[in-house]
């Protein structure tokens, strides 16, 4: 979800969005049922897909921004923002899948 929100931001000239939940999106999908291998390489797909988009970028457009509603009153959030909140957030799943491997 954050993946999207950050090339909308670099796509659209200062967009206006509604924020979703994480947890709100899984409760409306079929993926906590979904096999762990095939997710896991959609997910590092979607990554490596991120990571193509985003490396060319010139330096001005990490302080792209939206302003983003659904979570309290509207706020502007720059493109390295939720690139910060995506990698911290990720971070934090790298840590448990480390964990249940050694466990």
Do not use: C
């Not at 988009?53 to 959030?77: C, M, N, T, Y």
């Amino acid at each position: 979800m954050w993946g999207k929100y950050i090339a909308l931001i670099v796509t659209e000239d200062h967009p206006t969005y509604r924020a979703m939940n994480p947890r709100t999106w899984i409760k409306r999908t079929n993926y906590p049922e979904l096999e762990f291998t095939p997710s896991f390489r959609a997910f590092a797909k979607q990554r490596a897909e991120l990571l193509a988009f985003l490396r060319p970028l010139p330096k001005a457009a990490w302080s792209r921004s939206a302003i983003v509603s659904g979570a309290g009153r509207p706020r502007e959030r720059t493109m390295l923002e939720y690139a910060q909140w995506l990698a911290n957030h990720e971070r934090t799943h790298v840590k448990q899948i480390a964990r249940i491997v050694r466990g």
